[in-house]
């Protein structure tokens, strides 16, 4: 990869959020700003080939797609739409707040969650036009079809053009009903940060979920009584106070176990048990994010692993079930399970999700780790080779390769 590449590569991490965001602000238009934005960053490859990085290379790009944006409308626009061509592109007055914060990535959120669009395109969408994911990253963090992502995402542009939904965040009496799927949204951007599904990028992605944090922290500032934006944001401060200690100056990725609590951020810790407390004390019934932001407590309040309170862990697990009893969170409960009752009860109880989680890669590292507990070596290689071929992740490959290779046949 070029130095230009390289170049272009970080500002699309950093910048593309921001980017689109803003073309949608002046355009109102999520085609043209996602596909001025793109034009934006291929010009970019050239262009810094041969001239070199501008010094402010996001600048760079917020120009390169205005211009480009512009272009666009001027080719398709017909004559009857003149004026309001020339209004659109000539308009540099200030903008007014929007809603109760001028924010222009949150309310691009807000925009591609509109309740007018399906729940399953509202998620394609954000992770799209705010997360800058490719498709393919969106199908993995998905566990569907690439084709299906694609239609998704054309669907819901269509129907936030034909319906006109307004680019703004919602107000203060439309915010509750509206926050679940912005809340669902971000923890998809999260975790695709935590666990980077694309070829070619950083196995850890902190853009994603530093974006994730800050704009949970905006809607924590709209809703601050609410739980579940409060859980949500605990749950990224205390899974990202990790970050340091989850990949190896090798590139493979460290479990928990293995990890250097040492390396742990102690401010975000701090913050996120903080907010956890602060929910047990209301004496509300916890939603989904409140509970796994206190399965993430007791993980990290643990000193060392031998520590942990797995009786606290499973208990939780079970209250979750009852919130969310989705396969995904039953697999995650077994792994409690085996350090309490043994592999091969966890085992069992892992083997009936098989029909809905084939496709899942974390099914297939926890059959490996708990067959490789029971001392079935072949049945544990042959999990893990179904896990590697599954994994998107190069640092976890790297992680499960080791694994399965230290295995005996």
Not at 185 to 203: C, I, K, M, R, S
Not at 273 to 301: D, F
Request: include cysteine.
């Amino acid at each position: 990869m070029s130095d230009a590449e390289a170049a272009v590569s970080r500002a699309h991490r950093d910048e593309w959020a921001r980017v689109v965001a803003a073309l949608t602000r002046r355009f109102g238009d999520l085609d043209i700003a996602e596909e001025a934005a793109a034009e934006a960053f291929a010009t970019a490859v050239e262009r810094w080939r041969a001239d070199g990085v501008p010094p402010n290379p996001g600048a760079w790009l917020t120009t390169t797609a205005n211009r480009r944006a512009i272009d666009r409308i001027r080719r398709e626009s017909k004559r009857d739409d003149k004026h309001e061509e020339a209004r659109m592109m000539h308009d540099d007055t200030p903008h007014e707040p929007l809603g109760a914060i001028d924010d222009d990535r949150l309310r691009l959120v807000f925009t591609c969650c509109h309740p007018a669009l399906a729940a399953e395109a509202r998620v394609a969408l954000t992770l799209r036009m705010v997360g800058g994911l490719t498709v393919p990253e969106i199908a993995r963090a998905l566990l569907v079809a690439e084709s299906a992502v694609g239609q998704r995402i054309t669907r819901a542009k269509a129907k936030i053009k034909a319906a006109r939904v307004p680019y703004r965040v919602p107000s203060a009496e439309d915010l509750p009903a509206r926050v679940s799927g912005v809340l669902t949204v971000l923890f998809l951007v999260f975790n695709e940060g935590y666990l980077a599904t694309g070829p070619g990028t950083d196995p850890l992605r902190h853009d994603l979920t530093s974006e994730a944090i800050r704009l949970t922290r905006l809607i924590r500032a709209l809703l601050p009584d609410d739980g579940e934006v409060a859980g949500l944001l605990a749950l990224m401060l205390l899974t990202e106070a990790r970050r340091s200690a989850r990949v190896s100056p090798g590139g493979e990725l460290v479990a928990l176990t293995e990890q250097d609590r040492g390396a742990w951020d102690t401010a975000m810790i701090a913050e996120g048990h903080g907010l956890v407390r602060e929910r047990l004390a209301t004496g509300s019934a916890p939603g989904r994010y409140q509970i796994l932001a206190a399965i993430n407590a007791v993980h990290t309040s643990a000193r060392d692993m031998r520590d942990t309170d797995w009786s606290q862990i499973l208990a939780l697990y079970d209250q979750l079930v009852r919130v969310d009893p989705s396969p995904v969170v039953v697999l995650n409960r077994a792994i409690a399970v085996a350090e309490l009752d043994g592999a091969e009860v966890a085992l069992a109880a892992v083997d009936r999700l098989e029909d809905r989680l084939a496709g899942y890669h974390a099914f297939h590292v926890t059959r490996a780790d708990l067959l490789r507990r029971l001392g079935r070596g072949q049945d544990s290689r042959a999990a893990y080779d179904r896990a590697i071929g599954l994994a998107g992740n190069t640092a976890e490959v790297a992680y499960l390769i080791r694994r399965r290779d230290q295995l005996l046949t």
